[in-house]
């Protein structure tokens, strides 16, 4: 497995190689189908959408429908105006949806399709809306993509009344529904009225009930987007996926931002519960207090799997610094922690954690997994976390394997459980004690076999 | 079973739902088959509607994602930004492994330049050289194949003098697909191109004739998905053929290279690599005959018209014996399948070869098949070779070069006598293949780039028992509480090939349509009450 792979590390200018990133468009894609009975549209050539539906699908095993203005060479030479308003006229009447949320893609971005100037003359039917997102496909990764659309959905839609609505506008950042559903108790248990944006529960988790519509019934309502202008505050939860939206609603309508890291550890956590019952005066119940006890009864209890052991992670750059903040908290030592994502961000961010914790490990934005793979070569792990594309280091290195973040397209049931949150914490916490214990027993002598551990 | 006069009304039903030109654009790639009008002709290889839902893919896809990607002992590199190569590392299920004297195989990595703004800005030839530069320092691979996505094309990056460059500089073959997302109206295009560069740069180029054994054939079009080709390795190497080439499934440019040795080629997709046949003939003079080890009595045709063709009574005889051999094996547990597959229906709809090739296995386990269609098919693919003539050049496919051979002074050699050629070519199929229509019984329904819409419009109208197709359709099928099989990935079984394989294949319908879950959709309180009886009632 990967025997191509040399230990030896030469710099490298140019080629990645195995990467840890995608382009923009298919976050921009995700974020928009967590709005109602919207419907993404990539303005790009064909491939673009078949290849972020079929991604998609894999990960969350759900349709993920999506439309694109099928760029053929002429309209790139002339531009994709006659597409993509061809594209408009069809959505809406073979499918009609109450929202077409178009991004962009390297091809359009390049021919320098101008956008707003093609809406504003398309044909709409009324009550009806398009939105779009500049995602060229050769700037930052998918994180962003996610980004901006999120918060184009805002530029276009929130408008302030005057009218406070007192509820929070939270970003849950590109995480599953099984996260976002996590979120949402929460704010429940808090007794917290919110709008999530994007809220792909009952969209990318839909039961099968035999009936299927194109449009299920989950997704952000068209009208809350628009009455996010009257919320009080924004809570964005990861920077680099949800940063965007909170300040787009600032400058927009005035809402204070309030952008922290994906609760993904007791640390924030905490300051996410602390933050919601200061902007809405709540005050954090019984319930949720209960839980976080237990967690911290887990760590104590069985603080002894996971001391000290080295662990590189990688995968998106949110998900990664929750998570670094979590397996220092268990004194674990986050080895490697990568991203594909570029960032400038991101080495600082993760890095004074790891000061903080005293701990020495190396971070990396914009990195790949060929180089992940030689590092751990060099300086062995303990534990490999991140998506599908680890197996194949997991394998050749014989590492313990738990898979976290996008995409995970060879296990099930992922998306529908929780990595953030105290039950999300939980969860963790099962999979890599059962990965590293399960691996100890592998490798242990008969007479080594406990029963007890 | 099927009623023609009523599909055709269910037909214009759904197609009256269009507007305009997209009503116009699309009248024409839907029929129902009936014998009494044949040749029936369709459109194909057009166009798709913006925002119809397709689910078709690019020219890239095909290019690099089909044909060139399998080609394990090669560095297949990704000039643009890093979706491209992302998306299609490993995504598709063309499995490869090191075999006796490999010392290459690439299939676990992803290449890409990863172009950044800078480069679209000032042009992405120089991280490109510094990109196989730094592959030639870490790997220093065998070849290196740059495929292009749509920013190269539109920058005018000059992959090719980058190819010749690299080959100079590092003595290492480099190839250049300019493969760009946009050209063609599918990934029918990159198929085409793919051939063609291949063709100039690989086929030919071995020059150790040695390597030609008795009997010895190339496989075009058969991409090992879960082991396919595997399978029909195992079965041809056991009658004594020896296989020169696979394209491109467990293939290497090494071996592609000495495919002009070839006594025969045999094209499983004929969509995908009837170019290069076409073209080793016009070239070498080495005939083609359209295979599909996809179906037991499939298999068997293959098998009898490969031996056929070399007309050597010896393989004539061992090739009945060994198919009575595996047809003994494998009957019983068919039969097994077959019992719980009988009578149900099928819709399929799957690149441009497999909606044919499935059928035969369909049926074969009691399976009609009501719907068939192709995403990127030519009408070739449809209504036969003999259509050829008359397709007409469109704005979209005319710029993807057409190759014509002219025949080699060394290399060009038949195989068979004119008057051999002749009489074989009476009972069996050389250089021909009869396309899908012609297998399909009436009432039956032929869709081209099948959309959202109207998949579910015929799912409504057909109900199918089974919808075989890919993953972008998959779960949409599951949510009307159908059976979905992807047919491009197998669900991650296999090998669906050969006697064997066919076995597994009705292993895995039968238990698709058995599972208890279809049972379970409805809750037990929206179920209709059936009535409690006591035994009152009857005592």
Redesign the interface.
């Given at each position: 497995?990967?025997?191509?792979t040399?230990k030896e590390i030469?710099e490298?200018?140019?080629?990645?190689?195995?990467?840890a990133?995608?382009?923009q468009?298919?976050g921009a894609t995700y974020a928009a189908l967590g709005i109602h009975r919207c419907l993404p549209?990539s303005h790009?050539?064909?491939?673009?959408q078949?290849?972020?539906?079929?991604?998609l699908?894999?990960h969350f095993?759900?349709?993920?429908?999506?439309?694109?203005?099928?760029?053929?060479?002429?309209?790139?030479v002339f531009g994709g105006m006659a597409?993509?308003k061809?594209?408009?006229?069809?959505?809406f009447?073979?499918?009609d949806p109450d929202m077409i949320a178009i991004h962009t893609?390297?091809?359009s971005e390049?021919?320098g399709d101008d956008l707003p100037t093609i809406i504003r003359s398309s044909e709409k039917p009324e009550g009806k809306y398009i939105i779009h997102a500049n995602t060229?496909?050769?700037?930052g990764?998918h994180i962003l993509g996610f980004a901006n659309m999120t918060a184009a959905a805002i530029r276009y839609l929130s408008a302030k009344t005057g009218a406070p609505n007192g509820k929070i506008l939270l970003v849950p950042g590109f995480v599953n529904p099984g996260d976002m559903r996590e979120i949402k108790r929460i704010m429940k248990a808090m007794g917290v009225d919110y709008t999530m944006l994007p809220d792909t529960t009952g969209v990318m988790d839909?039961p099968?009930?035999?009936?299927?519509h194109?449009f299920p019934d989950g997704g952000t309502r068209i009208e809350d987007i628009i009455d996010a202008g009257n919320c009080l505050a924004t809570v964005a939860l990861g920077q680099f996926a949800s940063g965007a939206a909170a300040r787009e609603l600032e400058n927009r309508c005035g809402v204070a931002p309030h952008i922290m890291d994906t609760p993904m550890s007791i640390d924030v956590m905490d300051d996410f519960l602390m933050l919601l019952s200061r902007l809405t005066g709540r005050e954090i119940p019984a319930e949720l207090e209960e839980e976080r006890g237990q967690i911290i009864d887990i760590m104590a209890d069985l603080h002894q799997h996971y001391f000290g052991k080295r662990v590189a992670l990688f995968g998106d750059p949110d998900i990664m610094i929750g998570l670094t903040g979590f397996l220092l908290e268990l004194g674990m030592i986050p080895a490697f922690v990568l991203t594909?994502s570029p960032s400038n961000d991101f080495e600082k961010r993760v890095n004074a954690l790891l000061a903080k914790a005293g701990v020495a490990g190396r971070a990396k934005a914009a990195g790949d997994l060929?180089a992940l793979h030689q590092w751990i070569k060099n300086e062995p792990v303990d534990l490999l976390i991140g998506n599908t594309?680890g197996k194949?280091i997991a394998r050749a290195e014989d590492i313990p394997f738990v898979r976290v973040g996008f995409p995970i397209m060879d296990r099930g049931v992922h998306s529908y459980q929780p990595v953030v949150g105290y039950r999300g914490l939980m969860r963790l916490l099962e999979l890599m004690g059962n990965a590293l214990l399960e691996r100890q027993e592998r490798d242990a002598k008969d007479e080594d076999i406990e029963l007890i551990m | 079973m099927l009623d023609i006069a009523v599909m055709k009304e269910e037909v214009t039903k759904i197609l009256d739902h269009y507007k305009g030109k997209t009503y116009k654009s699309r009248k024409d790639h839907v029929l129902v088959v009936d014998s009494s009008e044949a040749p029936q002709e369709i459109v194909a290889d057009c166009r798709t509607v913006p925002g119809i839902i397709t689910e078709r893919g690019c020219c890239y896809a095909g290019c690099k994602g089909v044909v060139v990607g399998p080609l394990k002992d090669t560095v297949a590199l990704t000039h643009g930004p890093i979706g491209c190569g992302y998306y299609s590392w490993l995504t598709r299920r063309n499995k490869a492994r090191m075999n006796e004297g490999d010392k290459h195989n690439y299939l676990p990595y992803c290449f890409s330049t990863d172009m950044q703004e800078t480069d679209v800005v000032f042009g992405g030839e120089k991280k490109l050289r510094q990109a196989i530069t730094e592959i030639v320092d870490i790997f220093n691979p065998p070849s290196i194949m740059i495929c292009s996505t749509c920013p190269v094309g539109l920058i005018g990056d000059d992959i090719q003098a980058v190819a010749r460059w690299s080959q100079e500089q590092f003595g290492i073959q480099t190839i250049a697909y300019g493969c760009e997302g946009y050209k063609g109206v599918s990934q029918s295009a990159g198929h085409h191109i793919a051939n063609n560069g291949l063709y100039k740069n690989v086929i030919g180029t071995g020059t150790d004739p040695s390597v030609k054994k008795k009997y010895s054939v190339n496989i075009l079009g058969e991409y090992n998905i879960g082991g396919d080709g595997w399978e029909i390795e195992r079965m041809l190497h056991s009658l004594g053929y020896t296989i020169l080439s696979i394209m491109s499934g467990d293939g290497s440019v090494a071996r592609l290279r000495n495919a002009h040795f070839a006594d025969l080629n045999l094209v499983q997709c004929h969509r995908s690599t009837n170019y290069n046949a076409e073209l080793l003939r016009e070239t070498y003079g080495t005939d083609w005959i359209k295979v599909n080890f996809l179906g037991v009595r499939a298999t068997i045709k293959a098998l009898r018209d490969m031996a056929l063709y070399f007309g050597d009574p010896e393989l004539i005889t061992r090739t009945e014996e060994f198919i009575y051999g595996e047809l003994e094996a494998i009957e019983p547990e068919i039969e097994k399948y077959k019992a719980v597959c009988q009578g149900k229906t099928v819709a399929l709809f799957v690149g441009g070869s497999r909606a044919n090739h499935f059928q035969g296995l369909f049926e074969e386990i009691g399976m009609e098949t009501v719907l068939a269609g192709f995403e990127f098919a030519h009408r070739d693919d449809y209504e036969g070779r003999e259509v050829i003539p008359f397709i007409k050049e469109n704005a979209d496919n005319k710029n993807i070069e057409n190759i014509t051979g002219q025949p080699d002074e060394k290399m060009y050699r038949l195989l068979l006598s004119k008057e051999k050629f002749e009489e074989l070519n009476k009972e069996m199929e050389i250089n021909y293949f009869k396309g899908m229509i012609k297998i399909m019984t009436d009432g039956s329904v032929v869709v081209d780039d099948i959309n959202h819409y109207e998949m579910e419009s015929f799912m409504k109208v057909l109900k199918p028992d089974l919808f075989g197709s890919g993953i972008k359709e998959k779960y949409v099928i599951h949510k009307m509480g159908t059976l979905s099989k992807q047919i491009h990935s197998y669900d991650y079984s296999g090998p669906f090939a050969g006697f064997k394989g066919a076995v597994v294949f009705a292993h895995d319908v039968a238990m698709g349509l058995t599972t208890p879950v279809w049972k379970l959709i409805k809750p037990k309180w929206r179920r209709d009450a059936a009535p409690e009886r006591t035994l009152a009632e009857v005592l």
């Open positions: 497995m990967l025997d191509h040399p030469k490298r200018k140019a080629v990645v190689i195995n990467p990133k995608t382009c468009p298919l549209h790009g050539s064909q491939g673009c078949m290849y972020f539906r079929g991604h699908n894999r095993r759900e349709p993920a429908e999506a439309s694109t203005s099928s760029f053929t060479e002429g309209a790139s597409n993509l061809t594209a408009i006229n069809n959505v009447h073979i499918y893609t390297c091809l390049t021919i060229p496909s050769y700037v990764s839909a099968l009930t035999g009936n299927y194109i594909g060929f594309y194949y | -």
